[in-house]
């Protein structure tokens, strides 16, 4: 029996240890880490030691002139209103735009109506399910998004009549599904608008139609007053920050016939920040010149998620207001240029008031014949 006991408590596993909780690195208590942290003294008086290091390391810190106030007043409120009665959908509102504010305040000090008549809103056409993948942008994609609205022509124009705004941006998704990439769709509702409201301004900021030019000769007949199309970004640049299919010849090309078929107004924007040189940004100014493009606005990029291209750097306001003049020294109609600038900044208040309007035209336009731009281009007549 004895040996019979001893084969039995052989077979006995020994007992479990309780386990050990083991750390690559030894943490910190909180009392250590609070010691090591700023004092009250310097918290208030923001002289924070750099020895102290939160979020992410690896991305430039947000500065405070990126920084935006909650948006308010009259104009603003009623245009909130206006959008929820009418059924629009605006770029401002679904773009989370910095400047939403700014541009639906219209003009400071002015009554509501005129406010309102000075106020810039863009809306968005044919869905808002995009057929291509720009690395900046945090619209949704597809291959297959869901068909137009024959109505929203009509339903668009009659709702922007009743709106009671002097000037109006009418962007959309890229649309290569389409034969026509949505041309004729766009060119109907701003037929549309001018049969209803005429006095009212219209902008078209559409994508690159595919590359077929006589789709931009579509919306460039089409009663417009100003044909906006962005380049973006620098040539360098764009295979990385747009989709493969986007270019920046082709762009420039766009911009081309738009003006070619009579468009009185050209413009474009680009966004700085992305790892663009001095030099880049000179040859694109200098190529949009040679294409007549009229108007340049310059803004920052900002990250709209973390699966999206990161910012190299963020623009200080000075560098903005350089680029400004060399700008206008080249000779651009108006430029807009700043951290919080977008595509179309302000657009109504500067437009009816200083171009399509006819206020001060002749006087700008003789300083602007006066000059040469920097490479050499002349400018246009």
């Known amino acids: 029996m004895s040996s019979l006991a001893r084969a039995a408590r052989s077979r006995v596993p020994a007992p479990i240890s309780a386990p050990v909780r083991c750390l690559a690195t030894p943490s910190k208590s909180f009392t250590q880490r609070l010691a090591d942290g700023p004092s009250l003294d310097e918290f208030i008086s923001g002289d924070v030691s750099d020895r102290i290091v939160l979020g992410n390391t690896s991305q430039p810190r947000l500065p405070s ?88 022509p009509e339903n668009t124009a009659e709702a922007i009549s009743r709106w009671g705004l002097g000037y109006i941006v009418l ?132 990250r709209p998620t973390k699966r999206h291209m990161k910012v190299d750097r963020y623009v200080e306001p000075a560098e903005f207001d350089r680029w400004k003049q060399v700008a206008e020294d080249m000779g651009f109609l108006y430029v807009a240029s700043g951290p919080l600038v977008r595509s179309s900044y302000k657009a109504g208040e500067y437009f009816i008031e200083n171009v399509l309007r006819g206020k001060g035209v002749e006087k700008k336009t003789q300083k602007l014949l006066g000059k040469m731009d920097v490479a050499g281009v002349g400018v246009p007549v």
């Open 171 to 302: 962007t959309s998704v890229d649309r290569d599904d389409l034969a026509d990439s949505g041309a004729h769709h766009f060119a109907e509702t701003i037929r549309k608008i001018k049969q209803k409201a005429p006095q009212i301004l219209v902008e078209a900021l559409t994508g690159d139609m595919a590359g077929k030019m006589d789709h931009v000769a579509v919306v460039a007949n089409s009663g417009l007053d100003v044909y906006a199309h962005n380049v973006e970004t620098v040539e360098a640049l764009t295979p990385f920050v747009r989709d493969r299919r986007a270019t920046f010849r082709q762009s420039l090309k766009v911009l081309q016939r738009a003006k070619a078929e009579g468009v009185r107004v050209t413009k474009t924007s680009m966004m700085l920040g992305v790892g663009e040189t001095e030099e880049q940004v000179m040859d694109a100014l200098r190529e949009l010149r040679k294409v007549d493009v009229d108007v340049v606005t310059f803004g920052q990029y900002m």
């Open 65 to 152: 002139f990126l920084k935006t106030s909650i948006p308010t007043g009259k104009s603003f409120t009623n245009i909130k209103k206006d959008l929820r009665g009418l059924g629009l959908h605006t770029v401002c509102e679904e773009a989370r735009c910095p400047n939403i504010g700014d541009c639906w305040g219209g003009k400071e000090g002015a009554t509501p109506e005129e406010g309102k008549r000075a106020a810039t809103a863009t809306i968005m056409l044919m869905g808002d399910t995009c057929t291509r993948g720009c690395r900046f942008c945090s619209v949704k994609t597809s291959k297959t998004p869901p068909p137009l609205d024959p109505h929203e």
